[in-house]
């Protein structure tokens, strides 16, 4: 069977790689179709990859700009030149861009044989810093981008269940399963160096304007109350100094590392931390981050305000405290109670899930449930 995958962001590459190692090693015959411009780096990239083909897509600069939206229509209609040019039985799409809906849904209609599959990695303009925007035209259009098309697809995947019952309406008459975001596991020496005198906590990832860094402060000021309270910052973004600022202000300190890649320097600062912050603005619609998955590989529990998916993992398996808008008293008391031995569970439990739920063989045990194979 020939498998046409089409993504548009360097971002979701670690899941479209295991997708495409998944339908390799049963046999397909697999194409990558991609942008060859990178979101984080903003910038072209010039490396070649086995099975990929690199579209030439028009840059941008700003993530909030008419530059990007004519960017991902721009890589969406390139995208299926190529599309039509394979001819491929599966038509396996990663979704946003929203554009990318419209045209598999209209490839889908003129080639009806073709098993079409839809990924869902993001909601936009949801998960968007701009507020409620479901009744505002511009962002109503670009929604129905997306929603008036995925009727097409013979199957829907989201990367998390809230993306399920934000869209129960439009989901409700096709087939639909949930695939979680994987990692391959490190090799980096998981060993817990924990201070007990004191609260070492964690930041992972980009400091953009989705974090809730009002909350963040919060935390750490009360935890700080209690016992003298570190925040560790593995990452970068146009936030960073109010961040950092703003922890200061508290009394607790800041060691900020900056951008890590290196597996093991990473694990030496996840050995070192209590938890790790898992912190968004209400109004970000996200069930699973990147970072917390990054964080249960590396054994490290998380102080979490991510509903949905995140909270039910937290609840169900003892990895961390649920933070919302009124119980910050109630967690910060809990984290003053504990001893060792809750940590060291803690950790150990936060490993167990990463291993059930996100990790290589889960993810391949998923996509078997689906494709069959």
């Known amino acids: 069977m020939s498998v046409v995958i089409v993504n548009c962001f360097d971002t979701y590459e670690d899941r479209v790689d295991l997708i495409n190692e998944f339908f390799t090693r049963n046999g397909h015959d697999v194409t990558v179709i991609q942008s060859n411009f990178r979101h984080f780096k903003k910038e072209f990239r010039k490396e070649e990859k086995k099975n990929t083909v690199f579209v030439n897509t028009k840059p941008y600069y700003k993530n909030l700009s008419g530059a990007r939206l004519y960017s991902h229509y721009n890589f969406a209609k390139n995208a299926f030149i190529k599309v ?13 861009p929203n554009s990318l809906a419209k045209l598999a849904a209209n490839y889908k209609k003129n080639n009806m044989p073709v098993k079409l599959v839809f990924d869902l990695i993001d909601l936009w303009p949801e998960t968007m810093p701009v507020g409620k925007v479901e009744n505002v035209p511009p962002f109503t259009f670009w929604k129905s981008l997306r929603n008036s098309n995925l009727k097409y697809a013979d199957e829907i995947i989201t990367e998390c269940d809230l993306y399920q019952s934000v869209l129960k309406k439009t989901l409700s008459k096709v087939r639909t399963n949930t695939i979680y975001l994987a990692k391959e596991d490190s090799t980096a020496e998981k060993e817990p160096n924990l201070d007990f005198n004191q609260i070492n906590l964690c930041y992972l990832g980009s400091i ?6 009002s909350k963040i402060k919060k935390l750490v000021k009360e935890i700080h109350k209690i016992k003298q309270t570190t925040l560790h910052i593995i990452g970068d973004g146009e936030n960073r100094d109010t961040l950092i600022n703003e922890i200061k202000s508290t009394g607790a300190k800041v060691v900020y590392h900056g951008k890590i890649f290196n597996t093991n320097e990473k694990q030496k600062i996840f050995n070192m931390c209590h938890f790790g912050l898992n912190i968004m603005k209400e109004s970000v619609c996200v069930g699973l981050t990147m970072k917390s998955i990054d964080y249960f590989q590396a054994g490290l529990p998380i102080i979490n305000s991510i509903k949905a998916d995140t909270t039910n993992l937290v609840n169900e398996n003892y990895i961390g405290f649920n933070l919302n808008h009124n119980n910050l008293p109630e967690v910060v008391e809990d984290i003053s109670k504990m001893g060792a031995s809750d940590f060291l569970l803690m950790r150990s439990n936060t490993r167990k899930t990463f291993k059930n739920l996100f990790s290589i063989s889960a993810f391949d045990r998923q996509m078997q449930k689906v494709f069959g194979h």
Request: charged share 20%.
């Open 84 to 96: 039509e040019q394979i001819k491929p039985d599966l038509l396996y799409v990663l979704l946003p």
């Open 208 to 213: 953009n304007n989705i974090i809730d860094i």
